[in-house]
């Protein structure tokens, strides 16, 4: 299966149409007449389409198993056609429009094999995803037209003694996300350095300023000291949003003091120096932390 461990739950919808044709007026009546020798069609196909959503995990290799909260199974009659759709909701990492599908085909399924021996000519017809909606498909926030600088903080890199790889993933997260890295810089883990170069960004029209390292618990771990008394507002859910993510992968990210605020109209955020705790940030609030440059712009981006 697809590894989705960096995802995010999200609220993820799947709306499916699968469309059974029968061959005349007289199964429809006895559909509708409850005339059926095998039962009623409606509530013995629903209730299995229902089953087919919770089990679709079961006979789809490549389907993850995931919570369903919510299945809507429906029919509307068109002539000599039974339209059935299916809709699932569920709060998690991956979307549900197979399940959906699968859920509309059994339904179909069922009501065929329910209606075969009063009917020998059904058709089982059109078995198609109709809206999809969740996951970060959805959002609309690009990083076009916003430009950005991303500061090491690192006295061993500073000093030629590391390599650099959190900056050069942020950097990598920031160009999948359309948004321009206008500067890259390693600066050692003081205070002064850091204010000025922050206080420089922001000066130079820079719109977002990305620090990684010294937000840890060590003595030279001095990142949000240096920043929070620069900001003008904080967005602390930004900075939770960080931790909440990394401690479902890392018990000792509530050790993290990732910091999220505002300076004028530039975002800075000041996440932590390690490759994986760099990555998992971004990954926890991109793109839609991007939402801020809509709000400050008035629904434009600069």
Do not use: W
């Amino acid at each position: 299966m697809v590894n989705i461990t960096h995802k995010n739950n999200t609220l993820r919808k799947a709306i499916a149409e699968a469309v059974l044709s029968v061959s005349s007026k007289e199964t429809i009546d006895a559909i509708l007449n409850n005339e059926v020798p095998k039962g009623n069609v409606f509530e013995m196909s629903k209730t299995a389409g229902l089953f087919a959503a919770k089990k679709t995990s079961d006979v789809i290799p490549d389907c993850h198993p995931l919570p369903i909260e919510y299945t809507s199974i429906q029919f509307e009659i068109r002539d000599l056609d039974i339209h059935i759709t299916s809709e699932i909701h569920t709060i998690y990492k991956t979307g549900v429009e197979v399940e959906a599908m699968h859920s509309a085909s059994v339904v179909a399924l069922t009501m065929y094999d329910m209606l075969k021996p009063i009917d020998k000519k059904i058709e089982i017809r059109n078995i198609r995803l109709l809206e999809k909606k969740g996951g970060k498909s959805d959002l609309r926030d690009s990083g076009e037209g916003i430009n950005a600088s991303v500061i090491v903080c690192s006295d061993s890199i500073f000093a030629g003694k590391k390599e650099d790889k959190a900056g050069k993933a942020i950097i990598a997260s920031l160009e999948k996300n359309k948004v321009t890295v206008s500067e890259y810089v390693i600066i050692p883990d003081e205070i002064e350095d850091i204010q000025r170069k922050v206080k420089s960004d922001v000066e130079q029209g820079i719109q977002l300023v990305i620090i990684t390292g010294g937000t840890g618990l060590s003595k030279r771990d001095i990142t949000p000291e240096a920043i929070r008394p620069l900001l003008d507002r904080e967005i602390p859910g930004a900075a939770e949003a960080i931790r909440s993510y990394g401690q479902l992968r890392t018990p000792y990210s509530m050790l993290s003091r990732s910091l999220v605020g505002m300076i004028g109209e530039t975002l800075v955020m000041a996440l932590p120096g390690s490759t994986k705790g760099a990555e998992e940030s971004m990954d926890a609030v991109f793109p839609g932390i991007l939402h801020i440059y809509k709000i400050i712009n008035g629904g434009q981006h600069q």
